[in-house]
Nanobody, 117 residues
């Protein structure tokens, strides 16, 4: 079965950095666009970033542009999100998602990122 397991979240001070990972299995990872989305307290889902199958085209929400970097290692079936200059408003549950086309997605269970002093 398809599995997406996020890791790397935690508590970090404002201005700090974290690197999230998403270990994928149960499907051909290299054949799918991948996404990071997040849900902050009291808010709905917010799209953060996505990356094409080969890792050559990346896109970011304005709120994270210049601070976050999405990448993938198809040989390791792993998706990454490098987060720098973290702000309190980045506090959220971060999800890895597999793009199945037609706005159909598979989701991981999420990893919590808390930015606080």
């Amino acid at each position: 079965q398809v599995q997406l397991v996020e890791s790397g979240g935690g508590l970090v001070q404002p201005g700090g950095s974290l690197r999230l990972s998403c270990a994928a299995s149960g499907f051909t990872f290299s054949s799918h666009w991948m996404h990071w989305v997040r849900q902050a307290p009291g808010k709905g889902l917010e799209w953060v970033s996505h990356i094409n199958t080969g890792g050559y085209d990346t896109y970011y929400a304005d709120s994270v542009k210049g601070r976050f970097t999405i990448s993938r290692d198809n040989a390791k079936n792993t998706l990454y999100l490098q987060m720098n200059s973290l702000k309190p408003e980045d506090t959220a549950l971060y999800y890895c998602a597999r793009d199945r086309g037609g706005w159909d997605f598979d989701w991981g269970q999420g990893t919590q990122v808390t930015v606080s002093s």
